[in-house]
């Protein structure tokens, strides 16, 4: 079977894009990175080019001489008469590993993700979908950290509902296997880490390990979607997102641990705690009314 050597990583400088760059660079993999910006590249090593998923002329200079994709679909309700011919082009030209990053929340089928999902698997030669849980960055790196930081508090409509949060760095390790094994993979990843947390336990682990305050505030399915619409989210894909919460608190959905971390890359993933202690510093040095 042909090794993989060239390597595409759409999503810019996503959380999981940019650590897979950083991953792979290391490992001596030669990487194109493919996004709608020029500068401040997700690594001073890899090749970058212009990519948008909106304009079809794009595809050819993000595909050329590539040996595996690593997909982040853009933003919207259905990304399928987008994303599909990009991958049928790719195909078309010789390649045949694509991993998709999917979510923990959407299962073949569903919405967003899943009917991306089952097309793969059915049509690409080798593949992977990644199903991460949320991510424990959401609280040093976006929307819960600047609440954590101006308020103290964090938010969801979860409620009682336990999530499995992963840390994208473990995420990453996943799917630099996944686009590198000599063997495909063919399946999915369901990606979690050690333990389901609710967020009000997130708050006390923050809490006792920072000794800052932190508290969880509940907010309603409704609350939810304006303030992802004032955010600059399309309403229909808001909506989608704030009942995902509902479905978190009433159905479980995100209840979940898996063990993919740990078969797939030899290691065990990070529990919650430790990687709050390993990000203390942002917490004490930043948080309103901190030293």
């Known amino acids: 079977m042909k090794s993989i050597e060239r390597i595409l990583v759409t999503g810019g400088q996503g959380k999981t894009s940019s650590r897979i760059t950083s991953l792979l660079l290391t490992e001596g993999y030669h990487v194109r990175t493919a996004g709608r910006r020029s500068s401040s590249?997700?690594?001073p090593h890899a090749e970058h080019v212009l990519f948008d998923w909106h304009d079809s002329s794009t595809y050819a200079q993000a595909l050329q001489d590539i040996d595996a994709i690593y997909v982040v679909i853009p933003v919207t309700m259905y990304p399928e008469p987008i994303v599909i011919p990009f991958i049928e082009l790719a195909l078309a030209q010789g390649?045949?590993?694509?991993?998709?990053?999917?979510?923990?929340?959407?299962?073949?089928?569903e919405p967003v993700f899943g009917h991306i999902h089952r097309w793969i698997s059915?049509?690409?030669?080798?593949?992977?979908?990644?199903?991460?849980?949320?991510?424990?960055?959401?609280f040093t790196e976006a929307q819960q950290?600047?609440?954590?930081?101006?308020?103290r508090i964090i938010a969801s409509a979860t409620h009682k509902g336990k999530i499995g949060f992963v840390d994208a760095d473990d995420i990453a390790a996943v799917a630099v296997k996944a686009l590198t094994d000599i063997t495909p993979h063919n399946t999915e990843h369901l990606i979690t880490g050690p333990q389901s947390l609710t967020y009000e336990e997130v708050a006390t682990i923050i809490t006792e390990v920072t000794g800052v305050p932190i508290t969880y505030h509940a907010t309603s399915e409704s609350e939810l979607q304006q303030q992802l619409i004032e955010a600059g989210i399309a309403p229909d894909y808001a909506s989608f997102l704030a009942h995902?919460?509902?479905r978190i608190a009433v159905e479980g959905i995100e209840d979940q641990v898996s063990d993919s971390v740990e078969r797939v890359t030899a290691r065990?993933?990070?529990s919650f705690r430790q990687y709050i202690e390993d990000h203390r510093h942002l917490f004490v040095?930043?948080?309103?009314?901190?030293?």
């Open 41 to 43: 590249l997700p690594h």
């Open 285 to 291: 040095n930043t948080t309103k009314g901190s030293a």
């Open 122 to 138: 059915e049509h690409v030669p080798q593949w992977a979908v990644l199903r991460p849980s949320y991510f424990m960055q959401n």
């Open 244 to 246: 995902l919460d509902t």
């Open 145 to 151: 950290a600047d609440l954590i930081h101006q308020h």
């Open 268 to 270: 065990p993933p990070r």
């Open 95 to 109: 390649i045949q590993r694509v991993v998709l990053l999917s979510s923990a929340s959407i299962h073949i089928d």
